[in-house]
């Protein structure tokens, strides 16, 4: 137990990692409004040495509040809600829980390709509709026989690459640098976006992929090309691919992140060339409960370390 250590909730995780974090920590809750925070940080702040977040901005204005600070541990794939600049320059360690989720994402990865190469969304309402009475319904892609591009072959991008080996598609990836990984490598997205039938965008958000899926990929994909997203909706730039599926510039679009969600633009909505998800990567009861663990024991492992 290290209940004198003081860790900052700054959002609700998931419960009940919120009870089991006080059984190792004191707690410290973060309010929603400026002015609790400002009388939070105030009282607490200089004691504060660890950080368990969700979906809240750590800034580079909290970090300085909280001189104390050692680590950050976030419920999350991805970090771009924390200013990592500020807190390399503090030493302070940031970690999240890619890992955890990657398989169950990865699921949803499939699923999505699996639903746009196949139509399968239409195919639903098809037979739902009644329509299957009056006609057959027009034939899909095989996905063992599409040339998937992943943008990411981190510990999701892997997950994925992994199930489509099973399924017989030719696999390349895109990203900052080669891995020892054996699959085609390109570091250039034009190139692998003229190489691939379909990209799956596995990557972190932030500045360096936002909007990186952009008009001039979409035209190198072709009008029979696919775009899978289960990253962050920044990368993708909406307006293009809006514009993409409207003109016929893609084939289709399976997503189950947005720019602003839960705001979906209805033309995305209703668009038959699309698959839509609520950003359910993650959300299943088994791994939920898997990032919490993963959260709490880097806090855990970090204080008994040191």
Known sequence: MQKNIKILLASDIFDPADRVLSDYFTVVDLPEDAAGIDVVLREHGAEIKGIAVRRRKIDADMIQRLPALEIISSFSAGLERVDLVAAAARDIIVCNT????AEDVADMALF???????NLVNAHNFVRDGRWLDGKFPLGRSVGSLKVGIVGLGHIGLCLARRLDGIGSEIAYFGPRKKSEPYLYFSDIHKISDWADALVLCCPGGAATHHLIDQSV???LGP??????????????GQALIAALKNGTLAGAGLDVFENEPKV???????DRVALMPHLGSATKETRK???DTMIKALVEHFHAS
Do not use: C, F, W, Y
Request: hydrophobic share 45%; aromatic share 0%; net charge positive.
């Open 98 to 101: 890619s890992k955890a989720l």
């Open 112 to 118: 999505l390709l699996m639903a746009t190469a196949r």
């Open 218 to 220: 979409m035209q190198r």
């Open 224 to 237: 029979e090309g696919l775009v899978v997203n289960i990253a962050r909706g920044s990368v993708i730039d």
């Open 265 to 271: 633009p209805e033309e995305l909505r209703g668009s």
């Open 290 to 292: 898997a990032m919490s």
